[in-house]
């Protein structure tokens, strides 16, 4: 079974532009979540989305925000990009419920965004 | 909310040793700390994990030790390998989180052939 894929795995954007990063969860995954990782604060959550809603967000500012489609892959979108923004962005995925039990998390290969 | 503190931020073995990496919760509802392996160029590989209702989970070289009283769990790798080499993440987290996992900072483990 394929793992999570994420694209593109690096890019290069400059202040005050946004940028769109895609994500495949593995199949029959229906939860998607995003964690932004730097060196100075580690890894952090930024939000999760299962069955296309937004179950739990992180403490991220509003330019950062995402979506999931019908097909369980998600998109986060970042606007008007900061210096501060540079990071790895990984997202994971599990099978996803609504019950209360949390389930294990698979990581992808992250996406690597530098901002000049 | 959680706070998850790890330690020794680096640590340095001998092949054949063994490795220790301690994690402490604030969070007394959490319930589940899956600890992750991460190469370079890599995301996050869980390793193992365990849930509040067990105190000791194996597999092969790598177990888990968890004091729910105590607010803290642990790793040991026994045997140590030049493949085991990464940085390692513990976490934690709790059935309401739906998705969130709290990290701690991160361990560079380091085995020297």
């Known amino acids: 079974k394929a793992g999570v894929t994420q694209t593109p795995r690096y890019l290069i954007k400059t202040r005050g532009q946004q940028v769109t990063l895609s994500c495949s969860p593995i199949?029959?995954?229906?939860?998607v979540s995003w964690y932004q990782q730097t060196p100075g604060q580690g890894l952090q959550f930024l939000f999760e989305?299962?069955?296309?809603?937004?179950?739990n967000k992180g403490n991220f500012p509003g330019r950062f925000s995402g979506r999931q489609f019908s097909n369980s892959r998600s998109e986060m979108n970042v606007s008007t990009l900061e210096l501060g923004d540079s990071a790895l962005y990984l997202c994971?995925?599990?099978?996803?419920?609504?019950?209360?039990?949390?389930?294990?998390?698979?990581f992808g290969p992250g996406t690597r965004l530098l901002v000049l | 909310g959680e706070n998850v503190e790890q330690h020794p931020s680096t640590l340095s073995v001998q092949e054949g040793d063994s490795a220790v990496i301690k994690c402490t919760y604030s969070d007394s509802a959490s319930n589940y700390f899956p600890w992750y392996k991460q190469e370079l160029g890599k995301g996050p590989q869980l390793i193992i994990d365990i849930r509040s209702n067990v105190g000791e989970k194996k597999d092969q070289r790598i177990a888990v030790t968890l004091n729910k009283t105590a607010k803290h769990f642990s790793l040991h790798i026994t045997e140590t390998q030049p493949e085991d080499s990464a940085v390692y993440f513990c976490a934690a987290s709790k059935g309401t989180s739906y998705g969130k996992l709290t990290f701690g900072q991160g361990t560079i483990l380091t085995v020297h052939p």
């Open positions: 199949s029959g995954h229906r939860s």
């Open positions: 994971a995925s599990s099978l996803g419920s609504s019950g209360s039990i949390q389930e294990t998390q698979y």
């Open positions: 989305y299962f069955s296309e809603t937004q179950r």
